[in-house]
C-alpha cells in the first residue's frame, strides 16, 4: 500500500539558515510527488510537483525539491529561509497517470517555525 | 486560477444536527474530494467523486455522507453530528493531471 512518511513533526530554524524537510514514500512504481504548504487557518497551496523527467525540481517562493529513487525519498529544500516561511508542510502521492480518481495519499506534516 | 470554495469558514453545531458543507470548484474538475485534517494525523480522506452522482468511500467515511448533483458542487453531510466530528474540513478537486486544489477549510466545532 502507498504510504508517506514526514518523520520530523516540528522544525525550528533560523531567519536566513537554509532548510530541508524530508518525505519518504512507498509505492510500487514511480510515483506522482507532491509538496504542499498550509499557513495557519488556510487550505493548501501547491509548492511543486514531480512526475517525471529531471529529478530536482522547482517549485514557488523559492522552494526546490528532489526525487531520489533509490531512497524513495522527496526532500524539501531552501535555501535561505524568511519568516513567511513559517507554516506546515506537506508531501504526498499519488498513482502515476493520476488514476481513475487522482487521489493523493499525504503525510502527517512538519511544521515549520522561523526564528528572528 | 483554480477557485475553490467552501462556503464556511467556521461553524458551530450543536451535538445530533444535521450539518451540511459546502464545496465548489470553478475548474470543470472531474473529481471532488472531502478530507477532515487533524493536529498530528494529516489530511485523512473522507469521501470522494468521479463523476456527477458518483462517489466513494476513503479511509474514514463512517458518519459522513456526500451529494454531487453537479458537476461543480461536491457536499458533505454528517447525519446527526457528534463532538468527535469536531474538525477541520477541506475540500479540494483535482486536475486531470493529478494536482489537487484546495479550498480555504471549514473549522467545525461541535457542542
Known amino acids: 500500500a502507498q504510504s508517506v512518511t514526514q518523520p520530523d513533526i516540528h522544525i525550528t530554524v533560523s531567519e536566513g539558515a537554509s532548510l530541508e524537510l524530508r518525505c519518504n514514500y512507498s509505492?510500487?512504481?514511480?510515483?506522482?510527488l507532491f509538496w504542499y504548504v498550509q499557513s495557519p487557518g488556510q487550505g493548501l497551496q501547491l509548492l511543486l510537483k514531480y512526475f517525471s523527467g529531471d529529478t530536482l525540481v522547482q517549485g514557488i517562493k523559492g522552494f526546490e525539491a528532489e526525487f531520489k529513487r533509490s531512497q524513495s525519498s522527496f526532500n524539501l529544500r531552501k535555501p535561505s529561509v524568511h519568516w513567511s516561511d513559517a507554516a506546515e508542510y506537506f508531501c504526498?502521492?499519488?498513482?502515476?497517470?493520476?488514476?481513475?480518481?487522482?487521489?493523493?495519499?499525504f503525510g502527517t506534516g512538519t511544521l515549520l517555525a522561523v526564528q528572528p | 486560477d483554480v477557485k475553490v470554495t467552501q462556503s464556511s469558514r467556521y461553524l458551530v453545531k450543536r451535538t445530533g444536527e444535521k450539518v451540511f458543507l459546502e464545496c465548489v470548484q470553478d475548474m470543470d474538475h472531474e473529481n471532488m474530494f472531502w478530507y477532515r485534517q487533524d493536529p498530528g494525523l494529516g489530511l485523512r480522506l473522507i469521501y470522494f467523486?468521479?463523476?456527477?452522482?458518483?462517489?466513494e468511500k476513503g479511509d474514514i467515511p463512517e458518519g459522513y455522507s456526500v451529494s454531487r448533483e453537479k458537476k461543480e458542487r461536491f457536499s458533505l453531510i454528517l447525519e446527526s453530528a457528534s463532538t468527535n466530528q469536531t474538525s477541520m474540513y477541506l475540500c479540494?478537486?483535482?486536475?486531470?493531471?493529478?494536482?489537487?486544489?484546495f479550498g480555504a477549510g471549514t473549522r467545525l466545532s461541535v457542542l
Open positions: 479540494a478537486s483535482s486536475s486531470p493531471q493529478g494536482i489537487q486544489y
Open positions: 467523486s468521479y463523476d456527477v452522482k458518483m462517489k
Open positions: 504526498a502521492v499519488g498513482a502515476t497517470g493520476g488514476g481513475a480518481t487522482n487521489k493523493l495519499i
Open positions: 509505492y510500487g512504481a514511480t510515483p506522482y
